[in-house]
């Protein structure tokens, strides 16, 4: 959280099913009088939506939006339903306190509009090496930390008190978009935004000035359903709502073992999943727009994950969601691809882990040696 006022001068929920006119892009923006740097005029009060788009098109934002500071009143009688389902395992984030992450009312004092914005972290693939895993593409750099700063850097320049909220467990970012036609919801329950897709990372700008509303975009996933079939736990199945007990992602980010029915199809992901954005027809020609973008850690040594010491892997892999912070579950889920990708030297790193005292790590290790058993 980062929170800004006048005298400053420099943490997965599937939406209601909404009509989400136009997201505002750099591309929608024609010319206009500017009377500074930024290219907006008048008062923090008066800002209409194209040179709020303006504006974020300098600080580096690829979409933006705003809307009226009201209650998610919809996405909270969701939350609470779907967890009454255990749809949501064990997880908290934003859906622990629905009373708090639903109400961006609360969030900020004399608070008039909520902005979210959208930064796309897409860039290609590397050729994978052998005896790696691999990592989803919003981990590969700290996607996350550069939309804060953007975010703070936008709140400075619209002026008066505001908080940004990126990551955060108190705000529902993908419900912030939706409403300011940033994106709109997928049947993959991600947030699916007009020229990048669900590329995106989403962060909110809650603040005391009052900009005009942009439009939700009028368009949906209609009947495609790539998503939905190509998810290969069936956590999809109910369109538009994910059950994370079949999640693969849950899984390598989970607190206990990830179930024996679900390894394979975890094939080299070692942390994360993309199946449900590589199949989106949203997606596609993203990569021609970002072919030049720098990739980069996209793969992991798996031996590397296994053999190294704790407090390496902690600050290599501080970007990343781990239970407690404690790398065993990075080695669990190493075991688990050197399983199903790994060769003789995985063999002999998955070995030491067979007779450890750690009960997670021993039972991981075992089914992994019978699996390079199998395909050897």
């Keep these: 959280m980062v929170e800004g006022a006048r005298a400053q001068t420099d943490e997965d929920l599937s939406g209601v099913c909404l009509r989400v006119g136009d997201v505002l892009v750099p591309q929608d923006v024609g010319a206009s009088v500017l009377v500074d740097s930024y290219g907006f005029q008048g008062t923090m009060s008066s800002m209409t939506g194209a040179e ?12 933006v939006g705003a809307a009226p500071v009201d209650a998610y009143t ?3 009688r969701h939350i609470r339903e779907r967890r009454d389902r255990g749809l949501f395992a064990d997880m908290k984030f934003t859906m622990a306190k629905p009373e708090v992450s639903c109400h961006p009312e609360t969030l900020l004092a004399g608070a008039r509009t909520v902005v979210s914005a959208a930064l796309c972290y897409y860039a290609p693939a590397p050729e994978q090496p052998d ?13 996350y930390a550069d939309l804060r700063e953007k975010l703070d850097a ?3 320049e619209l002026g008066g008190e505001y908080r940004v909220l990126v990551d955060e467990n108190d705000h529902v970012d993908r419900e912030a978009a939706a409403r300011a036609g940033v994106g709109f919801y997928g049947k993959n329950t991600l947030m699916i935004t007009r020229r990048h897709g669900s590329w995106v990372v989403l962060g909110t700008l809650v603040t005391e000035a009052a900009l005009e509303a942009t439009p939700p975009l009028g368009t949906d996933c209609g009947e495609c359903r790539l998503c939905v079939d190509a998810c290969p736990t069936a956590a999809l199945d109910e369109p538009g709502v994910l059950d994370s007990t079949r999640c693969l992602s849950y899984w390598t980010q989970s ?9 394979a199809s975890l094939e080299d992901r070692v942390y994360g999943c993309d199946i449900c954005q590589d199949v989106c027809p949203w997606n596609r020609g993203v990569e021609k727009r970002r072919a030049g973008e720098q990739h980069g850690e996209a793969f992991v040594s798996l031996v590397d994950w296994l053999e190294a010491d704790d407090a390496a892997l902690r600050t290599r892999y501080d970007r990343l969601y781990v239970p407690r912070n404690d790398p065993r579950f990075l080695r669990r889920n190493a075991l688990v691809a050197a399983g199903n990708v790994g060769g003789e030297r995985e063999r002999a790193a998955v070995a030491s882990y067979a007779a450890s005292d750690d009960e997670l790590l021993r039972e991981h290790a075992l089914w992994a040696l019978d699996r390079i058993e199998e395909r050897t």
């Design 131 to 143: 005896g790696t895993g691999r990592l989803p593409r919003y981990t590969w750099h700290h996607a």
């Design 255 to 263: 607190r206990t073992a990830i179930p024996v029915e679900y390894r």
């Design 154 to 156: 936008l709140g400075r």
């Design 74 to 76: 919809e996405t909270e």
């Design 52 to 63: 709020l788009s303006r504006l974020a098109e300098e600080l580096g934002l690829d979409a």
